[in-house]
């Protein structure tokens, strides 16, 4: 192929892409006058041309070495490689010797970047001999995964980014996309600019900030996707939209129409005009992307929710063509590029398959290993299990923290104490999973490591390294390749470079392509290093059989026969039914401005002001019956698990329905780890656990105290039955709450902040429980307490503010001047506009549209993020009077 080289550009910035979402943005990396480091939107990258999201606009703030682990560990000391590599590389191999490769595992990410992916593929299947490497990828894209493959034959995703801005209606379901996709809502939204009779539906049972787009929302009972795609289908055909000339690439359309005809609509909770208007619009609408995500993914009938998707593109032949087709937006920024590597325990590299003899003796041969898994392995969901029966005795753990992200997390956190062998690869050792490492070895962070990733639409880019590795820090490749040469490979893990390791997964993908499979990127098997050092963005597959564009216009599947398969669906529900004990539905899910759990954005004290607590957002009728008041707290109970949340009221959940974040981990709080309550049931067929429909009972935790504090110290070490710890901007800010008051509050102030001997200015009442304490330095802020019976209300900013400020004793006020007046919770996280600010805007009617607030207040004007929030605050706080 031709290898483009990236443009040089003028500023010296270094081309890299953001380490978060599978939007997949290029970004530039660079140094100010000040030599502080930069990170701008690349607007050459064909993901985002330029654009960043709040999270990817804050990534500068992520990259101090606060908090990072910088040598290797062994059982809580430091050690030096050698010592640490042979001390894994001797665990395993014992543990493989006397009780067979099966007893190991690999537990790895999307997240990390293909060269690493690929060399823990490699030991594990060809070497070790087991399939025991199985991915977080598991608890995101299984069931897409397992969908496709179903499908098609091979885990293809069809269509490009363009096709969704070329579509006339834009179906997202189980997709948040303006929090967890906001650069490709952004296009969504600047498409629907630039041609209004564009459409859009959201399909969701709550009403998200991506509803802010759409032209219908339904929402939809949980899991009930599958029944509503069936009543599409069998809607399709009764209109006589059915593509018969398509079906010729098809087969299974007879069973899945009857299947479809046989399940009842009803079942996804919406009602006949609902159905009926979805059913008119989606089949009237040639051009038709139907964009899925994790509300589909993580079911138990998650796969089969995305074969009824499926069969609709296929019944109607829309697929692969300009504007039309299914897409499973990819959650990590290498979830896809894991899946074509082999990272998940069902799958060979180069998306082979582990049960093909040809594919295992291909991969086999080219590898020249002495073995290779010949079954599938243990699914995260049952690895952890067979950790926790002892069935698996060494488990290293990459790139991700199943303690806070596993379903039934206390389950998996007791597996972790059980284990022989706990070996951890991470960038910090502050994780919950990190504290149960018997081996702690410090990786590369993001913007110190090399490789490539590829997004949600098949375009592989570049990483590029731009700070030196710090401490001891090595790639995560290279971490993997020490261990398989000391367990005696050498000569099959010898790579020097990175590059060498793309060139030789490159070389084996000729391979895949070879055996008909899609995934071929041979044409770039003899990359240079200084080629791979310029390699410019492309999509997949580059190889002798076809170049970049989309799957399946003309059929073509990967199956055997060539024709894709339609799937008869039989619509079920959750797992789980509320019930008379667990009467709550809870749902999950994420926040805008926070990354799974948190161990990057939460450095950021910027991100951390939008929704800076774990919070349950529940239905205000719910909350009455509850006796809840609004920033109550709420005790929540699971068969398995426990949590305490603050209470968000809202109408865009239903009754009877709750969500939760899934970013909190015992570091940030004191139990809002929210995986602790959800139940571990899977899909039957993609092991992927239902995350998004467990069920719940929710008492109000009656607390006696409520606390806020701040502090410029050193990392507070609170003490309470309720806490949460975040970064702020001068230091710390934590919330507090208690069943029991302390007697002695100074005493307990100057432990949480470790302040034994500083000067304290206080306010106390306590015949009505209430204290308020200053520490300072010669009238300097140091850190303060609020404690009161009822939740505390003060201006949060203006007290945060404050830290590190003269006149300490002002702040015991709790309130600003008339001068400084509060401006609320941020809302947007680029220009730090808080809500009171935006409330007062729409409400005096100075700025009743988006762009006006835009001009007003600065807020939206930047990453953007915030729109869909400011279009909900408009509609919120507009007054009647301003809106005649
Ligand atoms: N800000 C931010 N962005 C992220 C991430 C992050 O941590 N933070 N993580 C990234 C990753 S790895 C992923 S996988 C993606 C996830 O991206 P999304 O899938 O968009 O995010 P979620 O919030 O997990 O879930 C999406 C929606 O599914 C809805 N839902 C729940 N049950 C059902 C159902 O039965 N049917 C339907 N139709 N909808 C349902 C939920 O209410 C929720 O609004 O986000 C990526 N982007
Ligand atoms: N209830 C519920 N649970 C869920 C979900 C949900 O919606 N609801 N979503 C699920 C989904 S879709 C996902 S993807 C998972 C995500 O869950 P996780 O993968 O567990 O979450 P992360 O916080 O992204 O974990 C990444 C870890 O890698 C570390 N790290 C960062 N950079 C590097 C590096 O370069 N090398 C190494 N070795 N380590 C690094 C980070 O510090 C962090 O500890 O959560 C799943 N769990
Ligand atoms: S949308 Fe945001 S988080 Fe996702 S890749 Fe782009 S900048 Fe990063
Ligand atoms: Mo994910």
Same mark, same amino acid.
């Given at each position: 192929?031709?290898?483009?080289?990236?443009?040089?550009?003028?500023?010296?910035?270094?081309?890299?892409?953001?380490?978060?979402?599978?939007?997949?943005?290029?970004?530039?990396?660079?140094?100010?006058?000040?030599?502080?480091?930069?990170?701008?939107?690349?607007?050459?990258?064909?993901?985002?041309?330029?654009?960043?999201?709040?999270?990817?606009?804050?990534?500068?703030?992520?990259?101090?070495?606060?908090?990072?682990?910088?040598?290797?560990?062994?059982?809580?000391?430091?050690?030096?490689?050698?010592?640490?590599?042979?001390?894994?590389?001797?665990?395993?191999?014992?543990?493989?010797?006397?009780?067979?490769?099966?007893?190991?595992?690999?537990?790895?990410?999307?997240?990390?970047?293909?060269?690493?992916?690929?060399?823990?593929?490699?030991?594990?299947?060809?070497?070790?001999?087991?399939?025991?490497?199985?991915?977080?990828?598991?608890?995101?894209?299984?069931?897409?995964?397992?969908?496709?493959?179903?499908?098609?034959?091979? #885990?293809? !995703?069809? @269509?490009?980014? $363009?096709? /969704?801005?070329? =579509?006339?209606?834009?179906?997202?379901?189980? %997709?948040? *996309?303006?929090?967890?996709?906001?650069?490709?809502?952004?296009?969504?939204?600047?498409?629907?600019?630039?041609?209004?009779?564009?459409?859009?539906?959201?399909?969701?049972?709550?009403?998200?900030?991506?509803?802010?787009?759409?032209?219908?929302?339904?929402?939809?009972?949980?899991?009930?996707?599958?029944?509503?795609?069936?009543?599409?289908?069998?809607?399709?055909?009764?209109?006589?939209?059915?593509?018969?000339?398509?079906? #010729?690439? !098809?087969? @299974?359309?007879? $069973?899945? /129409?009857?299947? =479809?005809?046989?399940?009842?609509?009803?079942? %996804?909770? *919406?009602?006949?005009?609902?159905?009926?208007?979805?059913?008119?619009?989606?089949?009237?609408?040639?051009?038709?992307?139907?964009?899925?995500?994790?509300?589909?993914?993580?079911?138990?009938?998650?796969?089969?929710?995305?074969?009824?998707?499926?069969?609709?593109?296929?019944?109607?032949?829309?697929?692969?063509?300009?504007?039309?087709?299914?897409?499973?937006?990819?959650?990590?920024?290498?979830?896809?590029?894991?899946?074509?590597?082999?990272?998940?325990?069902?799958?060979?590299?180069?998306?082979?398959?582990?049960?093909?003899?040809?594919?295992?003796?291909?991969?086999?041969?080219?590898?020249?290993?002495?073995?290779?898994?010949?079954?599938?392995?243990?699914?995260?969901?049952?690895?952890?299990?067979?950790?926790?029966?002892?069935?698996?005795?060494?488990?290293?753990?990459?790139?991700?923290?199943?303690?806070?992200?596993?379903?039934?997390?206390?389950?998996?956190?007791?597996?972790?104490?059980?284990?022989?062998?706990?070996?951890?690869?991470?960038?910090?050792?502050?994780?919950?999973?990190?504290?149960?490492?018997?081996?702690?070895?410090?990786?590369?962070?993001?913007?110190?490591?090399?490789?490539?990733?590829?997004?949600?639409?098949?375009?592989?880019?570049?990483?590029?390294?731009?700070?030196?590795?710090?401490?001891?820090?090595?790639?995560?490749?290279?971490?993997?390749?020490?261990?398989?040469?000391?367990?005696?490979?050498?000569?099959?893990?010898?790579?020097?470079?990175?590059?060498?390791?793309?060139?030789?997964?490159?070389?084996?993908?000729?391979?895949?392509?070879?055996?008909?499979?899609?995934?071929?990127?041979?044409?770039?098997?003899?990359?240079?290093?200084?080629?791979?050092?310029?390699?410019?963005?492309?999509?997949?597959?580059?190889?002798?059989?076809?170049?970049?564009?989309?799957?399946?216009?003309?059929?073509?599947?990967?199956?055997?026969?060539?024709?894709?398969?339609?799937?008869?669906?039989?619509?079920?529900?959750?797992?789980?039914?509320?019930?008379?004990?667990?009467?709550?539905?809870?749902?999950?899910?994420?926040?805008?401005?926070?990354?799974?759990?948190?161990?990057?954005?939460?450095?950021?004290?910027?991100?951390?002001?939008?929704?800076?607590?774990?919070?349950?957002?529940?239905?205000?009728?719910?909350?009455?019956?509850?006796?809840?008041?609004?920033?109550?707290?709420?005790?929540?109970?699971?068969?398995?698990?426990?949590?305490?949340?603050?209470?968000?009221?809202?109408?865009?959940?239903?009754?009877?329905?709750?969500?939760?974040?899934?970013?909190?981990?015992?570091?940030?709080?004191?139990?809002?780890?929210?995986?602790?309550?959800?139940?571990?049931?899977?899909?039957?067929?993609?092991?992927?656990?239902?995350?998004?429909?467990?069920?719940?009972?929710?008492?109000?935790?009656?607390?006696?105290?409520?606390?806020?504090?701040?502090?410029?110290?050193?990392?507070?070490?609170?003490?309470?039955?309720?806490?949460?710890?975040?970064?702020?901007?001068?230091?710390?800010?934590?919330?507090?709450?208690?069943?029991?008051?302390?007697?002695?509050?100074?005493?307990?102030?100057?432990?949480?902040?470790?302040?034994?001997?500083?000067?304290?200015?206080?306010?106390?009442?306590?015949?009505?429980?209430?204290?308020?304490?200053?520490?300072?330095?010669?009238?300097?802020?140091?850190?303060?307490?609020?404690?009161?019976?009822?939740?505390?209300?003060?201006?949060?900013?203006?007290?945060?503010?404050?830290?590190?400020?003269?006149?300490?004793?002002?702040?015991?006020?709790?309130?600003?001047?008339?001068?400084?007046?509060?401006?609320?919770?941020?809302?947007?996280?680029?220009?730090?506009?808080?809500?009171?600010?935006?409330?007062?805007?729409?409400?005096?009617?100075?700025?009743?549209?988006?762009?006006?607030?835009?001009?007003?207040?600065?807020?939206?004007?930047?990453?953007?993020?915030?729109?869909?929030?400011?279009?909900?605050?408009?509609?919120?706080?507009?007054?009647?009077?301003?809106?005649?």
């Amino acid at each position: 192929m031709n290898i483009r080289p990236a443009r040089i550009n003028p500023t010296s910035m270094t081309r890299s892409t953001c380490p978060y979402c599978g939007v997949g943005c290029g970004v530039l990396i660079g140094r100010d006058e000040s030599g502080t480091v930069v990170v701008k939107g690349d607007p050459d990258h064909p993901a985002n041309f330029g654009r960043l999201c709040s999270k990817g606009t804050a990534l500068a703030e992520t990259i101090s070495l606060d908090d990072r682990l910088l040598a290797p560990r062994i059982n809580g000391r430091e050690a030096e490689w050698d010592e640490a590599l042979d001390l894994v590389a001797e665990r395993f191999s014992e543990v493989i010797a006397n009780h067979g490769p099966d007893a190991v595992a690999f537990y790895v990410s999307g997240q990390l970047l293909t060269e690493d992916y690929y060399v823990a593929n490699k030991l594990m299947k060809g070497f070790i001999g087991s399939a025991n490497i199985d991915t977080n990828s598991r608890l995101c894209m299984a069931s897409s995964v397992a969908g496709h493959r179903r499908a098609f034959g091979t #885990d293809t !995703v069809p @269509g490009l980014y $363009e096709d /969704l801005e070329e =579509a006339d209606l834009v179906v997202l379901t189980g %997709s948040n *996309l303006a929090w967890c996709h906001p650069v490709l809502y952004q296009r969504l939204v600047a498409a629907k600019a630039a041609r209004p009779a564009m459409k859009f539906v959201v399909i969701d049972p709550r009403r998200t900030a991506t509803c802010d787009i759409a032209d219908l929302h339904l929402p939809i009972a949980s899991g009930g996707d599958g029944a509503l795609f069936n009543a599409l289908l069998a809607e399709i055909d009764r209109q006589g939209a059915v593509d018969r000339a398509y079906l #010729d690439h !098809v087969n @299974g359309f007879d $069973e899945a /129409l009857s299947a =479809a005809r046989a399940s009842d609509p009803a079942r %996804s909770g *919406l009602s006949d005009e609902q159905i009926a208007a979805f059913c008119d619009l989606w089949i009237g609408t040639e051009k038709v992307v139907t964009v899925y995500s994790q509300g589909i993914n993580q079911s138990s009938s998650g796969s089969d929710k995305v074969n009824a998707i499926l069969n609709c593109h296929l019944a109607t032949g829309r697929i692969g063509k300009a504007g039309m087709g299914p897409f499973s937006v990819t959650g990590q920024p290498n979830a896809m590029g894991g899946r074509e590597v082999g990272g998940l325990a069902n799958m060979l590299a180069c998306h082979m398959d582990i049960e093909n003899p040809a594919h295992r003796a291909a991969v086999q041969g080219f590898w020249q290993a002495p073995t290779i898994a010949d079954k599938p392995g243990l699914k995260a969901v049952d690895m952890f299990r067979a950790v926790a029966e002892g069935k698996i005795k060494a488990i290293w753990i990459i790139h991700t923290n199943p303690v806070v992200s596993m379903p039934d997390a206390d389950a998996v956190r007791a597996a972790l104490e059980g284990c022989d062998v706990v070996v951890v690869s991470d960038v910090t050792d502050r994780t919950d999973t990190a504290k149960l490492g018997h081996v702690l070895l410090p990786a590369t962070a993001w913007a110190e490591k090399e490789g490539t990733v590829t997004n949600s639409d098949r375009t592989i880019s570049r990483q590029r390294r731009v700070l030196p590795a710090p401490g001891q820090a090595r790639h995560d490749w290279r971490i993997l390749a020490d261990v398989a040469c000391r367990m005696g490979w050498d000569a099959e893990f010898s790579w020097t470079l990175t590059s060498e390791v793309f060139a030789e997964y490159a070389a084996l993908s000729g391979v895949a392509g070879a055996q008909g499979v899609d995934f071929d990127i041979s044409d770039l098997a003899g990359i240079t290093p200084s080629e791979y050092a310029a390699l410019a963005p492309f999509t997949w597959p580059q190889g002798p059989a076809k170049k970049g564009g989309r799957f399946f216009a003309e059929g073509q599947f990967h199956t055997p026969d060539g024709k894709a398969r339609m799937l008869p669906i039989v619509p079920r529900a959750p797992q789980s039914a509320p019930s008379a004990d667990y009467p709550y539905r809870l749902n999950t899910g994420r926040t805008r401005d926070q990354w799974h759990t948190m161990t990057r954005t939460a450095k950021s004290a910027r991100l951390n002001q939008h929704l800076g607590e774990p919070y349950l957002e529940i239905h205000p009728l719910d909350a009455d019956a509850l006796g809840l008041g609004p920033a109550d707290l709420v005790e929540v109970t699971s068969p398995e698990g426990r949590a305490v949340l603050r209470v968000l009221l809202s109408d865009a959940v239903r009754p009877g329905e709750v969500f939760a974040p899934m970013h909190w981990t015992a570091e940030t709080a004191s139990a809002a780890r929210i995986d602790a309550l959800v139940k571990a049931v899977t899909d039957p067929v993609s092991g992927q656990p239902e995350s998004k429909a467990s069920v719940v009972a929710l008492k109000r935790f009656a607390a006696s105290w409520y606390g806020f504090a701040v502090s410029g110290q050193d990392e507070p070490a609170p003490d309470a039955p309720y806490w949460t710890r975040l970064r702020s901007s001068s230091g710390w800010r934590m919330e507090l709450a208690g069943t029991e008051a302390p007697e002695d509050w100074v005493a307990y102030a100057r432990t949480l902040f470790n302040l034994p001997q500083a000067e304290a200015a206080t306010v106390l009442d306590p015949a009505r429980g209430g204290a308020r304490i200053a520490f300072h330095n010669d009238g300097r802020l140091l850190a303060a307490l609020f404690v009161g019976r009822e939740p505390i209300a003060l201006a949060r900013t203006h007290i945060v503010a404050r830290v590190g400020a003269e006149n300490a004793a002002s702040v015991l006020a709790g309130r600003p001047g008339a001068d400084a007046p509060d401006p609320g919770p941020t809302i947007c996280a680029c220009l730090n506009v808080g809500l009171n600010q935006i409330r007062e805007a729409i409400e005096t009617g100075r700025a009743l549209t988006v762009p006006a607030l835009g001009e007003a207040l600065g807020a939206g004007t930047s990453c953007g993020s915030c729109r869909p929030e400011l279009a909900a605050l408009i509609t919120r706080f507009r007054l009647p009077e301003a809106a005649e």
